[in-house]
């Protein structure tokens, strides 16, 4: 396993982590996104997201940004507050190495400190194993798959939805709301 610096994303990185999202786009089916979008739209994501508050991180190898990790919300209604969505993408050339682990213990930590109860993953294609893996090593359990809901490629592909409870879970009603959204 290869030890990267894992660290909060700042700007100065969005041109990497844009890099990386874009080859995931063209040739993954970790995204069912079609077009890659732009640095300038990834700018608002990053911004859109921290500034509500949630945590992004981005795992360095050499001073080098080879894969980034954030939450966001899993859906907009207010009394999903404690429930993120997690999302974590790597260069290819640094698959198999422990850099997702790592980044997903950190963003799973943070998450926990920060006040949130539930994750959720949802993953693109049900043959990604890679990310499978990760999501259980870290403790994620398999709620579901909805079949053939994407199409790209040319072929129709699955979501697989995992769930891990942060803290207290759902063990004990929160006294606060995790930060600002």
């Known amino acids: 396993m290869s030890a990267a610096e894992i660290r ?81 993408y790597l260069d290819p050339s640094i698959h198999r190495r422990g850099i997702g682990l790592q980044l997903m213990q950190r963003l799973i930590a943070e998450c926990e400190a920060r006040g949130y109860r539930q994750m959720i993953a949802v993953i693109g294609d049900s043959a990604n194993a890679g990310s499978v893996g990760v999501h259980v090593k870290t403790g994620f359990t398999l709620i579901g798959t909805h079949p053939n809901v994407g199409l790209k490629f040319g072929r129709w592909l699955d979501t697989v939805m995992m769930q891990r409870p942060l803290g207290d879970g759902g063990a004990t009603v929160p006294t606060e709301d995790p930060g600002p959204r």
């Open 8 to 88: 909060p994303a700042t700007e100065a990185d969005l041109p990497s982590v844009t890099a990386i999202y874009e080859y995931a786009v063209r040739f993954g089916t970790a995204t069912f996104e079609l077009v890659p979008p732009d640095l300038a739209e990834m700018t608002r994501r990053f911004k859109a997201l921290t500034d509500g508050g949630f945590p992004y991180f981005v795992a360095l190898l050499d001073g080098r940004a080879v894969g980034y990790a954030y939450a966001g919300p899993y859906r907009p209604r207010p009394a999903y507050r404690f429930t993120v969505e997690n999302s974590i």
